[in-house]
């Protein structure tokens, strides 16, 4: 029997204080869709930045069809055939797509740079895999979905046979995720071999060959999707049963929290960004705004938290006006914002898990008086909210930055919702999130609107919008185009308003999800 | 949470050793690198060494001479570091300190007959009003129309010495022929450290030293226990978050700029007061930017001010007796002085250094 194209033996690879790959075995066959599924932290990242010469293992060793290979640069891997596209984009802005594929193998005659050629070049390959990109547009000009496509395109020109993708459908929009999923498949018929790391297991079922699944930096299973379903892809992941959709209670609509009405804001480019909305968040509700990104959502969110000026109409809280009120007077009228970018807005990595949890409260009693921080409270407190909302960490001590994604979210939430808020404005809280964690934060917003808070949730996952939203208001460029009760509304529904509602339906993977699903709830 | 009190205090001592291990590796390389050109250019670095650390530590005399000399780094290094934990480069601290001494050098000569003790406190309020508000404008213009600090700062820093140049040859200067102010009233100076205490050998250190150390100490408290200085650090590790966690930005940016000006004014008053008792053009050797130098050394840890203002202040202390004892010359010292510079800022080095000799210990050890 020939060897496989690629052979992982027995890599292990720690990092101070952390076994990221413990003697992990994997091989990868000529025209195969591999995933690597894992919660973050698993290990997946550290295994392909092993395999693509970015870190060196400690142990181990890597052989490419039959021959044991020492890959040390990204270099040496390109030159065995091994692409990898990261998730954040290694791509030169202002150039456009034929000088970033050609970028570090430009064709050249005698140090003159030969275009035509390389044009001709990125046409060929762009043909041949079925890839369409314009050679000559500028990178900075394409949509995420496309720059990747030329991350791609860099990968294949310089000869990957297999290529990795890691979480490459984490900053795409639903269209753009089918769009490389077709891509992939197109791909793997042209002999390529692709291995893709991911958490999202739908995108497991809807595309690998074969997947295998990661945990505390070790192998758990392998298996193929057609053998199993989302619940056990899911129980070998997290280690224990997960639940897909939380309880829910019927709404106990009250009295509105927060008005908005006529609100127009403007982008950073100054152009308008939100075109007059209106709309209302009630307590003991759960209103979602649906929309693909960038559709003014960021804005308006800005917007309602202190964070942009509205350029027009009126925003009220509980019944006062806060249209031009600062953020620190939002949030002591009872505003908890969990913001989209929690890397950015929603902490600061560099402080510790205390002093993440008083911002935004740090001057006021107990955590401070006349000016004097009074660290018993402030470690009193923190302890509590670590504990209440299961931030996994060895200590309050520890910097923000040491924690895994899915715990400095529920720093995020601990802080905001420790708070005890009359509204909550979440913004994509379980964006990059693996299912436990994702788990958590949904019976977390839903808990606040059982209790009797309004809750107004942004979210660009239409599965979350579904299992979570009360009324669904869909935004498209800037205005709200469509009103939904809970329920009402299928995803083909909701994709149909989020474009404008004159493109075709929405049809991604919608069908296995489903039923995926209905095996769960089953 | 269940990590007992034992690993606790451990990790803490570990993290403090880590902290200290970069700032303490660049010197001795930079002390080793200095011997080697000392070697190539045929001096005799033991020598040279151990004269300056007589120069500087060798007797009651010479540890006030260091004292004397750290003094304004001391204030300038504050500065600068604060400045830093904001995310502000006060570039322009020298500005700040001319301004200092020229308020103590004019206010000196007004408050004269007035009693000791209340001078000195006037004149040290005013030296940190006029420093921070030498910083205002700057801290003005950033927080209102972006314009970076580095750039007005510095050009603020122009502004004030050639004021002071102005009045030190024109409306202040002392009747002769040296353009100087007149010198200050015994009562408008601040006492050397061995007449207020009495252990102390006789040297030129003088108050400001004490008072450079205690504000350093203060600072680290403002830093770590106060709202304002949680906030300073807020918006200089992310401004976003803080905006988020409402935090004003530019509020927060103009105190802590004007904080760091304040500190920076000081170094301009105690030497007026403390060193000089008069003010010429001259006055400050450019002690505006070697605090820069010592805020990088401390890591912008006020309590690692203290320890790097007086490293600075031995080397300039003990670089005459270097010269004149061993005969090396005290360019040498400037020379390790920016090695010094150079290795914290590529603090990679040290760390490669530090990471390639804990793996042999560990290979060893296995």
Not at chain 1, 187 to 207: A, D, P, Q, R
Not at chain 2, 87 to 104: T, V, Y
Not at chain 2, 157 to 184: C, E
Not at chain 2, 337 to 358: D, K, Y
Request: charged content about 20%.
């Amino acid at each position: 029997m020939a060897p496989p194209l690629m052979e992982l033996r027995d890599i292990t690879k720690r990092f101070p204080g952390v076994l990221a790959n413990d003697s992990v075995s994997l091989s990868i066959e000529p025209g195969e869709i591999v995933a690597l599924l894992g919660e973050n932290g698993a290990g997946k990242s550290t295994l392909m930045n092993v395999v693509y010469g970015l870190l060196s293992a400690d142990k181990g060793e890597v052989r490419i069809e039959g021959d044991a290979v020492h890959i040390r640069s990204p270099r040496q891997a390109i030159d065995l055939g091994i692409g990898m596209v990261h998730q954040h984009f290694m791509l030169v802005p202002p150039l456009t797509v034929t000088e970033n594929i050609v970028l570090g193998n430009e064709p050249a005659h005698a140090g003159v740079i030969d275009f035509s050629q390389a044009r001709e070049a990125v046409r060929d390959i762009s043909k041949r895999y079925g890839l369409a990109v314009d050679p000559d547009a500028v990178v900075q000009d394409l949509s995420v979905g496309m720059q990747q496509r030329v991350e791609i395109l860099k990968a294949l020109y310089r000869g990957a046979r297999i290529l990795i993708l890691d979480e490459p459908t984490a900053v795409l929009t639903p269209q753009e995720v089918k769009g490389l999923f077709e891509v992939v498949r197109s791909l793997v018929t042209e002999g390529l071999s692709v291995v893709f790391i991911t958490h999202k297991l739908e995108e497991v079922m809807g595309l690998a060959d074969r997947v295998v699944v990661m945990r505390d930096g070790r192998v758990v299973g392998e298996t193929r999707p057609s053998e199993t379903d989302m619940a056990g892809l899911a129980r070998m992941m997290v280690g224990r049963e997960v639940v897909f959709r939380v309880e829910k209670k019927a709404s106990g609509r009250g009295d509105t929290i927060l008005e908005v009405d006529d609100l127009k804001v403007l982008d950073e480019r100054g152009l308008e960004a939100v075109k007059g909305v209106s709309f209302e968040v009630c307590t003991g509700e759960i209103v979602a705004l649906a929309g693909v990104g960038g559709n003014g959502q960021t804005e308006l969110v800005e917007a309602l938290t202190g964070l942009r000026e509205a350029v027009g109409g009126t925003i009220s809280l509980k019944g006062k006006d806060f249209t031009h009120a600062a953020a620190r007077e939002i949030i002591a009228a009872g505003l908890s914002h969990v913001p989209e970018d929690r890397h950015r807005r929603g902490l600061v990595l560099d402080f510790d898990l205390s002093e993440n949890v008083i911002l935004g409260d740090h001057r006021r009693a107990p955590f401070a008086r006349h000016g004097v921080l009074d660290f018993a409270a402030v470690t009193d407190v923190a302890r509590k909210r670590i504990a209440d909302y299961d931030v996994r960490t060895p200590s309050e001590r520890v910097k923000a930055s040491a924690l895994s994604g899915g715990n400095q979210q529920k720093l995020v939430l601990a802080r905001e919702l420790g708070r005890d808020p009359d509204l909550l404005v979440a913004a994509q809280p379980t964006r990059g999130l693996d299912v436990g964690a994702i788990e958590f934060v949904h019976s977390q917003i839903l808990a606040e609107r059982d209790r009797g808070k309004a809750v107004l949730l942004v979210s660009l996952e239409l599965e979350e919008i579904q299992i979570l939203a009360d009324r669904i208001l869909v935004i498209f460029e800037g205005r709200i185009v469509k009103e939904f009760a809970a329920g009402e509304a299928s995803d083909e529904d909701l994709g149909y308003y989020m474009t404008g509602g004159s493109g075709e339906k929405l049809a991604f993977d919608a069908e296995e999800v489903r039923s995926a699903d209905d095996g769960v709830d089953a | 949470m269940t990590e007992s009190m034992h690993e606790m205090t451990i990790r803490r001592l570990l993290a403090i050793v880590r902290e200290l291990a970069v700032p303490i590796v660049s010197v001795v390389i930079a002390m080793v690198i200095g011997s080697i050109i000392m070697l190539i250019s045929g001096f005799d670095p033991v020598a040279a060494f151990s004269a300056l650390l007589k120069g500087s530590f060798g007797g009651g005399r010479q540890i006030g001479e260091t004292m004397l000399r750290a003094t304004p780094l001391m204030f300038t290094g504050l500065a600068v570091a604060y400045g830093f934990r904001a995310g502000l480069f006060n570039i322009g601290a020298e500005g700040q300190l001319f301004m200092g001494g020229l308020s103590a050098a004019w206010l000196g000569i007004v408050l004269a007959g007035l009693p000791r003790p209340l001078n000195i406190v006037l004149m040290i309020l005013a030296g940190a009003a006029i420093g921070a508000a030498w910083a205002f404008i700057p801290a003005l213009l950033k927080a209102r129309v972006g314009a970076h600090e580095v750039i007005t700062t510095m050009m603020f820093t122009y502004i004030g010495r050639y004021i002071v140049s102005w009045l030190v040859t024109g409306p202040l200067k002392a009747p002769g022929q040296i353009p100087q102010t007149d010198v200050l009233p015994t009562e408008s100076t601040l006492p050397k450290l061995h007449e207020v205490t009495a252990f102390l050998p006789i040297s030129r250190a003088h108050l400001g030293f004490a008072i450079a150390v205690v504000l350093a100490m203060f600072v680290w408290w403002v830093l770590k226990y106060t709202s304002l200085g949680y906030e300073s650090r807020a918006v200089g590790y992310n401004p976003w978050a803080s905006e988020t966690g409402g935090i004003s930005v530019s509020a927060t940016t103009v105190k802590a700029l004007c904080i760091s000006g304040a500190l920076a004014g000081l170094a301009g008053v105690t030497e007026v007061m403390g060193v000089h008792l008069r003010l010429f053009d001259q006055f400050s050797p450019g002690f505006g930017f070697t605090g820069i130098a010592v805020a990088l050394l401390a890591k912008n840890n006020p309590i690692g001010v203290i320890a790097a203002a007086i490293l600075f202040g031995a080397l300039s202390a003990g670089g005459g007796t270097m010269q004149l004892e061993a005969e090396v010359p005290q360019k040498v010292i400037f020379v390790i002085q920016a090695l010094i510079i150079f290795l914290v800022a590529a603090e990679q080095i040290a760390r490669w250094i530090i990471g390639r000799a804990s793996r042999e210990g560990v290979e060893h050890a296995g």
